[in-house]
């Protein structure tokens, strides 16, 4: 049962990276050491070897952060529907002050993820509650007079010394994002992230939650120099930048892809992540002065990032490894703290019940996650023995819901893998112990193993089709009720 004694003073942070495969970093085995911040921090906690996303893209996976319910389940999850209760409204309902501040313009107020939270920056939308005041008029005065995005691309990115610039002033000046967030589509701005997440630190009354999500690694890739210079001794040039960014990362027609290519798109990306780790020693500085203990920090991304492991780049449309395999470390600020590395693999959707258990708030029964709080500790739990991540997907783009999209799903189950491709009525059959690249597909070589991924899927996919339905039923009856109004 509820425990309030048991919040009393403690805070949970919520550090999440947009798009961070989980091998770009130190401790996942990475030859560079991109986050050398967080590696410290890593120190005092808990590395999960083996975390995977339950959904591909921000929206499926932030729903089953969030939510510790699969995407696909429960009327979907872009928007949130009202019956997905989630994290920061049950910690609403036990008196916890909660925060958020994002630039993702996938998990803004208009798909519900503002639900339960006290003070909700989301990027795109950002208003700050009164649309009266200075800033917003600001913003709003210079949207009329210019188009932003077309005068950008035309003009200011063609500047020689551009990118100098603004790498200065993001640095010098983050109010300025404030300013330009509502007619630019995405903020990459870690350090104006990190300088409210800090403010929010400095003002807020414990018991506390909050989640701060970084875009900095999403593409495109445009890192600053000085990033850049750690793992390269020249850094790229701007028509350099613009070739990797938009021609080789695109595919544009007639372009080879070869290795050169994605190396050198590998160290953007390798900078982006740097430059998220610079701001993250500063944040942690802060919380070290203001909180020092009786805090959980979480630091976790919403799923990875091909390069061309499979014929492409990114992470829509693909249910891979490079884009399954996420981080999640949590460090639980005490005395007594020591490394661990976990091997056990643990998903997306057991963050809220750990948020939870820290709390010592009851995990509603219908959440599929479990706690990892435990874990963190020395012991380990007793788990379900298969992991799904899944999504809607047609011609390799994200779709939000079954209308406008087929289903792509994977299994995992001790050491195998199981990828159902509705839209190209495509399975595939991976033993990620002898082939972790996914390179051979087992459908013919072990009927039986495919055939108990099938019962899975199968059982899956009708539970979605039944909640679905629901939904649908649902909607009618409002829609009924409705027309019954009219009559
Ligand atoms: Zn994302």
């Not at 395999?325 to 703290?337: N, T």
């Not at 039923?473 to 409002?478: D, F, G, H, P, T």
Request: charged letters at 25%.
């Amino acid at each position: 049962m509820l425990m309030k004694k048991d919040q009393q003073g403690k805070a949970v942070i919520l550090l999440t990276i947009d798009a961070l495969r989980a091998d770009h970093l130190k401790s996942y085995g990475y030859h560079r050491n991109t986050a050398p911040n967080i590696e410290k921090l890593a120190e005092k906690g808990t590395i999960f070897i083996n975390a995977i996303t339950n959904g591909p893209e921000s929206p499926t996976a932030f729903s089953s952060l969030f939510t510790s319910i699969l995407p696909l389940l429960d009327g979907g999850f872009s928007p949130l529907p009202p019956q997905k209760i989630t994290l920061p409204q049950l910690l609403k309902e036990n008196d916890i002050n909660t925060y958020a501040i994002h630039s993702n313009p996938n998990l803004g107020k208009f798909f519900n993820f503002n639900r339960g939270f006290d003070v909700f920056l989301d990027g795109e939308r950002y208003k700050k509650d009164s649309t009266n005041s200075l800033k917003h008029q600001l913003s709003a005065y210079i949207k009329k007079l210019l188009d932003y995005n077309n005068l950008s691309n035309k003009l200011i990115y063609r500047l020689k010394g551009f990118n100098t610039l603004k790498t200065w002033l993001r640095k010098k000046m983050p109010f300025l994002t404030e300013i330009l967030l509502p007619f630019t589509p995405i903020a990459y701005n870690a350090p104006y992230v990190v300088s409210k997440l800090i403010s929010f630190i400095e003002t807020s009354q414990k018991p506390l939650f909050i989640w701060a999500h970084f875009m900095d690694v999403h593409s495109p890739y445009n890192p600053p120099r000085r990033n850049v210079l750690n793992f390269r001794n020249k850094d790229f040039n701007i028509t350099e930048r613009k070739f990797l960014v938009e021609k080789v990362y695109l595919r544009a027609k007639g372009i080879e892809i070869t290795p050169k290519m994605i190396d050198d798109l590998k160290i953007l990306y390798d900078a982006e992540i740097n430059f998220i780790d610079e701001y993250c020693a500063i944040l942690f500085e802060a919380i070290k002065k203001k909180i020092q203990s009786n805090c959980l920090i979480i630091i976790a991304a919403d799923h990875g990032e091909s390069f061309y492991e499979h014929g492409f780049f990114g992470h829509q449309g693909s249910i891979y490894d490079e884009v399954l395999k996420i981080p999640l470390i949590i460090v639980e600020l005490s005395k007594k703290s020591i490394k661990k590395k976990v091997k056990e693999t643990i998903q997306l959707i057991d963050i809220t019940p750990t948020i939870l258990d820290y709390f010592g708030i009851e995990v509603p029964e219908n959440f599929q996650g479990l706690s990892l709080l435990s874990m963190t500790r020395g012991e380990s739990i007793k788990r379900k023995d298969f992991v799904i991540s899944e999504c809607y997907q047609k011609s390799g783009y994200m779709k939000r819901n079954q209308e406008e999209g087929l289903i792509l799903l994977a299994i995992r189950n001790q050491g195998w893998k199981y990828i159902f491709d509705e839209e190209n009525d495509k399975e595939f059959l991976f033993n990620l112990n002898l082939d972790p690249q996914e390179e051979n597909n087992l459908i013919h070589e072990n009927t039986k193993k495919l055939l108990e991924f099938r019962a899975i899927k199968q059982h899956h996919i009708k539970k979605i089709t039944e909640s679905y339905e629901e939904k649908l039923k649902i909607i009618k009856s409002i829609d009924k009720l409705k027309l019954d109004g009219l009559k």
